[in-house]
């Protein structure tokens, strides 16, 4: 099939308005994804600038990626304009109205914490590991 000519017509569901379709969609997709990623990392250089601890920056990006609606507010975590996660960003740590959002985030804090020290555990481990087998080489 030929490309129409000036004043003709692609007909409806031709390859190529498909195509134009596609490429503006993909376009809006990426758009929005550069958004969210700058509105990120606007973020993080808030907490940083404001002297949030690591431990603290390392939760808000956990309850993010669950979480969308959640902001800085100074040295507080906002969720859902619900609650509030104050330093040291611990479970009794999380404010708000006793309901399920409060429960469903303290829940996300807990584990958060636990694989945590889960990961600092195996980190042990692997270098005691690592230690043992270089005494045994030497």
């Known amino acids: 099939m030929a490309a129409p000519g000036p004043g003709e017509y692609f007909s409806v569901g031709s390859h190529v308005s498909c195509l134009t379709c596609l490429g503006q969609r993909l376009q ?4 929005t994804r550069a958004r969210t990623e700058k509105e990120d990392k606007l973020s993080q250089a808030y907490a940083i ?10 939760l808000f990006q956990t309850i ?9 507010q100074e040295k507080n975590i906002i969720v859902m304009d619900d ?3 104050s330093p040291p960003y ?3 740590n999380c404010k708000g109205k006793e309901g399920s959002a409060l429960s469903h985030i303290r829940k996300i804090v807990e584990k958060h914490f636990r694989d945590v020290e889960s990961q600092k555990s195996l980190q042990r481990s692997q270098a005691q590991q690592t230690q043992k087998d270089s005494s045994l080489s030497s």
């Open 90 to 92: 611990q479970v009794e």
């Open 64 to 72: 993010h990626k669950t979480i969308k609606d959640c902001k800085w």
């Open 83 to 85: 609650v509030v996660i």
């Open 28 to 31: 809006g997709e990426l758009a």
């Open 49 to 58: 600038s404001a002297g949030v601890s690591i431990e603290g920056q390392q």
